[in-house]
């Protein structure tokens, strides 16, 4: 995904949490934070959130449609291929925590599948299913993603 992208930041939290941050700039100017959280295992949860300055918090529920679509996911597959490239050995869990953002997230994915799949082995993972290649034509619930 070699689209244009924010400019973001990294702050290590500790040995298990690392945050990058960055300004998403459409119809208002809101700050995100992409979240790396250790499972285990060489595993981290990516966690994408908003900060909602009246509530003074970040929270991955928010909605915030700023109509910057591309280069917002353009930004975190920067960020993603940065913390890989930091962790080279380890795997991203990527679950959206609504069926919107699960939907949303594969369409991404599927949408830049040919060139994804030259940086990253992307897995899907179905319930009680054992993980395979990601299909661009199947809904997972949710993905794996390690550097190739």
């Known amino acids: ?11 290590q939290i500790n040995s298990e949490n690392t945050l990058y941050s960055f300004f998403s700039v459409g ?3 809101i700050e995100k934070i992409v979240a790396f959280q250790y499972m285990g295992f060489l595993t981290y949860n990516v966690a994408l959130a908003d900060f909602d300055k009246e509530k003074n918090e970040y929270s991955d529920m928010s909605n915030s ?9 353009a930004t975190i597959f ?13 795997s ?11 939907k949303l997230y594969q369409r991404i994915v599927k949408n830049n599948w040919e060139d994804l799949q030259n940086k990253f082995i992307i897995l899907g ?8 290649i990601f299909n661009p034509n199947t809904l997972y619930d949710f993905l794996i993603i390690r550097l190739k």
């Open 92 to 102: 991203l869990h990527i679950q959206g925590n609504t069926e919107i953002k699960k």
């Open 125 to 132: 993972v179905n319930e009680g299913v054992k993980a395979e």
């Open 27 to 29: 119809n208002y100017t």
């Open 1 to 11: 995904m070699e689209k244009e992208s924010y400019y973001y930041s990294q702050a």
């Open 65 to 73: 449609n700023n109509f910057d679509l591309l280069k917002l996911f």
């Open 78 to 90: 920067k960020i993603i291929t940065n913390f890989l490239n930091e962790y080279p050995h380890s």
